[in-house]
C-alpha cells in the first residue's frame, strides 16, 4: 500500500520569511495530493491540492508542486503570517480509496 | 451549515470498558472514515464504509470495530479499551472518488486509564 514521508517534522520562520514543507510517497498509483493545516485544537482543514495532471497550484500565499517522476510534492508558504502556525499534514489518495497521510510538520512563525 | 459532528468530544474511560463513538454527517457524502490522530504519527486509517452494506478495514484496525447504521451515521467501538487507544480520534467524509478530499470531523479525545 502507499506509504507517505514528509519533512521536516518541525519548521521555525521569522514573520515574513518562506517556509517549504516537502512529501514523498511510493505508489506511483496515486493521482491526488491535498494538504491539511491544523490549528491547536481544532479539526484539519484543507487548503489546497493538486493532481497528478498538473505540476503546480497556486492560491495566493500557498502553492503546491508535483513532480510526479520523482514521486514527491511540496507546500510553499510565502511572507508567513503568525496565523499560518499550525501543524500541516500532506496525504496521498490510495487507490481513490482512502488517504494516507504524512506524519504531519508543526510550523511555527515567529514575531 | 452541512457539517460533521463527532459525540462525545472528550472521554476518559477505563482499562476493559467498551466505549463507542459517533459520526453524524449532514454534508450528504457516501463515503465515511475513522482515523487516529498520535504525535509523530499523523492520522491512521481504522476503518472505512462508502456505503451502510460496504465496511473495510483500515491499518490499524485491531480492537476496533465500526458499524455504519446509516447513510449518515458511523460509529466506532472500542470492544475492550487498553491504554495505547488513548488518542484523537476524527470522522471524515468524502463525495465518491475522493474528488475534493476529506471533510473532518471536530475529534474525540479518547484517555483510556
Known amino acids: 500500500g502507499e506509504n507517505v514521508e514528509q519533512h521536516p517534522s518541525t519548521l521555525s520562520v521569522q514573520e515574513g520569511d518562506s517556509a517549504v514543507i516537502k512529501c514523498t510517497y511510493s505508489?506511483?498509483?496515486?493521482?491526488?495530493f491535498p494538504w491539511y493545516k491544523q490549528e491547536l485544537g481544532k479539526r484539519p482543514q484543507l487548503i489546497i491540492d493538486?493532481?497528478?495532471?498538473?505540476g503546480e497550484k497556486k492560491d495566493q500565499r500557498i502553492a503546491v508542486t508535483l513532480n510526479k517522476t520523482a514521486k514527491h510534492f511540496s507546500l510553499h508558504i510565502t511572507e508567513t503570517q503568525p496565523e499560518d502556525s499550525a501543524v500541516y499534514f500532506c496525504?496521498?489518495?490510495?487507490?481513490?480509496?482512502?488517504?494516507?497521510f504524512g506524519p504531519g510538520t508543526r510550523l511555527s512563525v515567529l514575531p | 451549515d452541512a457539517d460533521v459532528t463527532q459525540t462525545p468530544r472528550n472521554r476518559i474511560t477505563k482499562t476493559g470498558k467498551r466505549i463507542m463513538l459517533e459520526c453524524s454527517q449532514t454534508?450528504?457524502?457516501?463515503?465515511m472514515y475513522w482515523y487516529r490522530q498520535d504525535p509523530g504519527l499523523g492520522l491512521r486509517l481504522i476503518y472505512y464504509?462508502?456505503?451502510?452494506?460496504?465496511?473495510n478495514k483500515g491499518e490499524i484496525s485491531d480492537g476496533y470495530s465500526v458499524s455504519r447504521q446509516a447513510q449518515a451515521k458511523f460509529s466506532l467501538s472500542l470492544e475492550s479499551a487498553i491504554p495505547n487507544q488513548t488518542a484523537l480520534y476524527f470522522c471524515?467524509?468524502?463525495?465518491?472518488?475522493?474528488?475534493?478530499?476529506?471533510?473532518f470531523g471536530s475529534g474525540t479525545r479518547l484517555t483510556v486509564v
Open positions: 471524515a467524509t468524502s463525495e465518491s472518488g475522493l474528488t475534493y478530499g476529506y471533510t
Open positions: 505508489d506511483s498509483a496515486s493521482n491526488y
Open positions: 493538486i493532481r497528478s495532471n498538473v
Open positions: 496525504a496521498a489518495d490510495n487507490y481513490g480509496q482512502n488517504f494516507v
Open positions: 454534508k450528504g457524502h457516501d463515503r
Open positions: 464504509s462508502f456505503d451502510v452494506k460496504d465496511i
